[in-house]
C-alpha cells in the first residue's frame, strides 16, 4: 500500500491553525489568528486578537467607531502580539503564519522578538499609512514577508 497523496502542505497546515485560532477571537468584526513555528516546523505558540488577559470581554466595547475610549482599539491585543507573549522560549529565527498583514505596532512586536518571516493571507490594509509603516519596518530590518499561496481549496473538519 502506499501513502496517501492528498495531504496538506505545511504552509496550509500553519495557516490552517492560525485561522482556528481566529475562531477563538470575540471580535464581532475582524477575526485574526497567528502560528508561530520554529525551523523544525514545530508550532511553538499561536494567539488570535481578543482582550488582555484577566480583562472582562463582557465589557469591553467591541465597536470600530466613535471615541477611541469607547473602542475596541483602545483594548484589543492583536493575534500576533498574542502569539509573541504567549510563547515562552526563543523567538529568533522563527516563522509567523498570520490571516491578515501586520499592523505597524505588530510589525515592532516581531521584529524586536526576532522572528525573520511573516506568511500572511490578507493584506487588506495594504497602502494605508501603518501598512507602508509595517512594510518599510521589515525591510530595513531584513524581516522577509511573503503572501501565502492559497490552494483555492475547501477543507471540512469534523469533530
Known amino acids: 500500500m502506499n501513502k496517501r497523496n492528498d495531504y496538506i502542505d505545511w504552509d496550509t497546515y500553519f495557516m490552517l491553525v492560525a485561522k482556528v485560532s481566529a475562531l477563538r477571537s470575540k471580535d464581532p468584526n475582524t477575526q485574526v489568528g497567528a502560528c508561530i513555528i520554529d525551523d523544525d516546523k514545530k508550532i511553538i505558540s499561536c494567539g488570535y486578537n481578543g482582550a ?6 463582557d465589557i469591553m466595547p467591541w465597536d470600530r467607531d466613535g ?3 469607547n473602542t475596541k482599539y ?8 498574542n502569539a509573541i507573549l504567549n510563547s515562552n ?6 516563522t509567523i503564519y498570520v490571516d491578515l498583514f501586520p499592523c505597524n505596532e505588530c510589525a515592532k ?4 522578538s526576532g522572528i525573520k518571516k511573516v506568511i500572511y493571507l490578507s493584506d487588506k490594509y495594504n497602502n494605508t499609512d501603518g501598512n507602508i509603516v ?3 519596518m521589515f525591510d530595513e530590518c531584513g524581516v522577509v514577508y511573503e503572501k501565502y499561496q492559497e490552494k483555492n481549496k475547501t477543507y471540512t473538519i469534523k469533530l
Open 109 to 112: 512586536a516581531i521584529i524586536q
Open 52 to 57: 488582555p488577559r484577566g480583562f472582562n470581554d
Open 134 to 136: 509595517a512594510k518599510k
Open 89 to 94: 522560549c526563543d523567538l529568533r529565527g522563527t
Open 67 to 69: 471615541n477611541f475610549l
Open 74 to 81: 483602545a483594548y484589543v491585543c492583536h493575534a500576533e502580539l
